[in-house]
């Protein structure tokens, strides 16, 4: 007689052992697929052999098949990262939507970077750090703090920064030491996108260096496309011909000046050349006569421009600027003098980890860019424009990932006038040798060897020696 259980023919002779087994191991499934009787229960199969059933009573086929258990494998673990890992962005991750819009962005404002040595004028970068974003709007929070530790072998007015028309002709030895923080800068870069998708900034940077430690402005400026309007550096200078110095002060030659302005910057025939032109404020500085009382006065607005040819190996600039000065004597129209002057600067690699840099600068009445008077006496009544010529080169290597070295050295000589005292200035020299270490990312330790000259108009010579140690510590 044949039995047949869920379809499937079984062998006789295997049945009783495969339930038995399965008994064991499987109770809910023999549960469902045989009969249960309270009591053992003989049956005969079709040839006639009687056989003792057990408590469940199998259906039996003659054909074989073995139903005994397979060995089941465990299904793959899924693919988890470690703890450690959990911050860590896949390699495939996208880009932001917000932040991609305004990172690796260059301005037409900005000079170019040649990433030797250390940047102590431009910007930081937008690229990482502390940045705050919402809706099509993002803000990057910068700036280090800076501790400087002075010592002066000689006497120098100027106790915070090496300015060598402050080092004093025939004064008695003495020494200084002196430490400070106030070159500490705070910057807040904001860019958001414009209804045509132009990206639009804003930039505020200042300091401490003022009287009584106050925090002082340094940059104020918008600027979208080819427009930048507020207060920043002077397009007459070139920040990235400017030197590395621990120094706040820098090279006797080197112009510094920020102020308020109107600038537009585009390239200029092709993409390796730009010019750009500005209506900036002025400031025109008089050495009256003596016995002669008025004013300075400032009729018109400086005029500047620049032609920039930039390339990957190099940047070079050549500036112009023209403006009109006057001087107001008690009672008195405005006296008016045409000035101009002319910046050249370049920058280059001269090796892979090794940048050289120089500046010529010269006009007539452009001494206030330098802090030097514009104009000065030719007589007991008269006064007339002062000519200024001054030169730099220097030199930045980086010795390996984290030690970097400057050398700079500047001449600054004044036309002087017949009506000038004999102990007003004729000519300045600084030197500036620095090594610095960078042990870890955002922190750097800097020594540096200043040495000045002041040169008087009669002749007397007075100098300076310095050594400065610096802590800078970079927000990120």
């Not at 030169?391 to 017949?418: K, Q």
Request: net charge negative; proline share 6%.
């Amino acid at each position: 007689m044949l039995f047949w259980f869920i379809g499937l023919p079984i062998n006789v002779a295997s049945a009783d052992d495969w339930f038995r087994d399965a008994e064991e191991a499987y109770p809910d499934v023999t549960s469902h697929f045989a009969q249960q009787f309270d009591y053992p229960r003989a049956s005969r199969s079709q040839s006639g052999e009687v056989m003792l059933a057990s408590h469940y009573q199998p259906v039996v086929t003659t054909t074989e098949v073995d139903l005994r258990p397979t060995t089941l494998s465990p299904p793959e673990p899924p693919n988890l990262l470690p703890v450690s890992a959990k911050f860590v962005q896949p390699a495939t991750a996208s880009v932001d939507p917000v932040l991609q819009n305004f990172s690796g962005r260059q301005f037409m404002s900005e000079s170019r970077r040649l990433d030797i040595g250390f940047d102590f004028y431009s910007a930081p970068s937008f690229d990482e750090g502390l940045i705050i974003y919402g809706d099509n709007v993002a803000m990057k929070i910068g700036g280090y703090v800076k501790a400087d530790f002075i010592y002066d072998f000689n006497p120098i007015d100027s106790t915070d920064s090496f300015v060598t028309t402050d080092i004093p002709v025939g004064a008695p030895p003495r020494t200084n030491s002196r430490f400070h923080a106030r070159q500490t800068r705070m910057s807040f870069d904001t860019r958001w996108l414009s209804i045509n998708d132009d990206v639009v900034r804003i930039y505020v940077e200042g300091d401490f260096f003022s009287d009584d430690d106050q925090f002082r402005l340094r940059h104020a400026y918008g600027e979208s496309g080819h427009l930048l309007v507020g207060r920043t550096f002077t397009t007459f200078t070139d920040t990235s011909a400017a030197p590395a110095t621990l120094d706040f002060e820098g090279s006797v030659s080197a112009v510094n000046r920020r102020q308020a302005q109107a600038r537009w910057t585009t390239n200029f025939l092709r993409e390796d050349l730009e010019v750009a032109v500005a209506v900036e404020d002025t400031r025109f500085i008089v050495e009256a006569p003596m016995g002669i009382m008025g004013e300075s006065r400032s009729p018109s607005p400086d005029f500047v421009g620049h032609l920039r040819l930039d390339k990957d190996w190099g940047q070079f600039q050549i500036a112009s600027l023209h403006r009109v000065g006057g001087f107001q004597p008690d009672g008195q129209e405005v006296l008016t003098r045409y000035a101009w002057g002319f910046n050249f600067t370049g920058v280059m690699l001269v090796r892979p980890r090794t940048k050289a840099y120089y500046q010529i600068v010269f006009g007539d009445g452009i001494g206030s860019y330098r802090g030097l008077p514009d104009a000065a006496p030719i007589s007991a009544t008269q006064s007339d424009l002062l000519s200024m010529v001054g030169w730099m080169v220097g030199m930045t290597h980086d010795w390996n990932d984290e030690w970097s070295s400057n050398f700079t050295y500047a001449e600054n000589t004044l036309d002087n006038l017949p009506g000038q005292s004999g102990d007003d200035v004729h000519e300045t020299t600084y030197l500036a040798v620095n090594l610095i270490w960078q042990p870890t990312d955002r922190f750097r330790i800097g020594t540096e060897y200043l040495y000045g000259i002041r040169e008087n108009i009669n002749g007397d010579v007075g100098a300076a020696n310095r050594l400065q140690t610096s802590f800078i510590f970079d927000l990120p």
